[in-house]
Nanobody, 123 residues
Framework: QVQLVESGGGLVQAGGSLRLSCAAS????????MGWFRQAPGKEREFVAA????????YYADFVKGRFTISRVNVKNTLYLEMNNLKPEDTAVYYC????????????????WGQGIQVTVSS
């Protein structure tokens, strides 16, 4: 399986921006569709965004459309999530995930996960 390590989280004020990164190692990055998920305290893990293996198609949860952008640089084995106009309700642990083949948007469809990184948005 591919190993995933997230970075770039932290504390930001409402309206601010953060960029999360996810470094992949261990297997060929282009084998994998990639996704970002998040989990707030007391809530289930939810889909945020996903991208195809080649980066040609992206998918977003409705609550982040127009604010978040998922991208990947395959030669760097890295996935990104650019988050703008952050809101307090975006506070959560964010996870990157990988699955061989086509994109899905359910957590159960992903086989490899990072350890997660905290994003906190203050009001």
């Amino acid at each position: 399986q591919v190993q995933l390590v997230e970075s770039g989280g932290g504390l930001v004020q409402a309206g601010g921006s953060l960029r999360l990164s996810c470094a992949a190692s261990g297997r060929t990055f282009t084998f994998y569709a990639m996704g970002w998920f998040r989990q707030a305290p007391g809530k289930e893990r939810e889909f945020v965004a996903a991208i195809t293996r080649g980066g040609d198609s992206t998918y977003y949860a409705d609550f982040v459309k127009g604010r978040f952008t998922i991208s990947r640089v395959n030669v760097k084995n890295t996935l990104y999530l650019e988050m703008n106009n952050l809101k307090p309700e975006d506070t959560a642990v964010y996870y990157c995930a990988a699955r061989p083949g086509v994109v899905v948007t359910t957590p159960g469809g992903f086989s490899s996960w990072g350890q997660g990184i905290q994003v906190t948005v203050s009001s």
